[in-house]
């Protein structure tokens, strides 16, 4: 069984631009949820997504945004990218949602700004 | 302000020795998870823990619960190199919200 994929592994943008990154959850898994990790702040909740809809949000700008498709798959974009958005962006996914499903991550997209 | 607070944040010890890290929250949690997260990975869970009190064993990793429910412990019996890498608590509270700590950094050298 494949696990959570996420694409891509590497990016590097400029201050100003925007930026998708996408995860594809593994097979029969209905929630996707995103985090955000830095050395500083460790990880942080971005948002939830289940049947395609937001469940859950954390304390982050409206810069941060994202969506789920039919299939499951998430994509999160971040527009107006800052130096400070530099972070390993991960996601997980679960069968269901509620703390009682395990949560399986990928291995993330590390983001730099320059 | 991190809802959970993780101490030490870098330890570094020899194979064979014992170590002890810590999850501390002001906040009382339904549950609290371990996960470790080895470098270019996302993060793997170990145990989950929900009764006050409650001690879970995995080998050589021993975890438990405080009773008021705030706290955590992990303990390491005899690491080894592989047991190298970033060990993070989450904390989850309501249903469907889990926090994270910013993790002990671990490292057992051969």
């Known amino acids: 069984k494949a696990g959570v994929t996420q694409t891509p592994r590497y990016l590097i943008k400029t201050r100003g631009q925007q930026v998708t990154l996408s995860c594809s959850p593994i097979?029969?898994?209905?929630?996707v949820s995103w985090y955000q990790q830095t050395p500083g702040q460790g990880l942080q909740f971005l948002f939830e997504?289940?049947?395609?809809?937001?469940?859950n949000k954390g304390n982050f700008p409206g810069r941060f945004s994202g969506r789920q498709f039919s299939n499951s798959r998430s994509e999160m974009n971040v527009s107006t990218l800052e130096l400070g958005d530099s972070a390993l962006y991960l996601c997980?996914?679960?069968?269901?949602?509620?703390?009682?499903?395990?949560?399986?991550f990928g291995p993330g997209t590390r983001l730099t700004v320059t | 302000t991190q809802l959970l607070e993780q101490s030490p944040q870098f330890l570094s010890i020899q194979e064979g020795e014992n170590l002890t890290v810590y999850c501390n929250s002001s906040?009382?949690?339904?549950?609290l998870q371990w996960y470790r997260q080895e470098p270019g990975e996302g993060p793997v869970l170990l145990v989950t823990?929900?009764?006050?009190?409650e001690v879970k064993k995995l080998k050589r990793l021993t975890f438990q619960f405080g009773d008021a429910r705030k706290d955590s412990s992990l303990h390491i019996t005899a690491a080894q190199p592989g047991d190298t890498g970033l060990y993070l608590c989450?904390?989850?509270?309501?249903?469907?919200?889990?926090?994270f700590g910013a993790g002990t950094r671990l490292t057992v050298k051969p």
């Open positions: 997980a996914s679960s069968l269901a949602r509620g703390i009682n499903y395990e949560q399986y």
């Open positions: 097979s029969g898994h209905r929630s």
């Open positions: 997504y289940f049947s395609e809809t937001q469940r």
């Open positions: 906040s009382v949690f339904s549950s």
């Open positions: 823990v929900v009764t006050g009190g």
């Open positions: 989450a904390g989850g509270y309501n249903n469907n919200d889990m926090r």
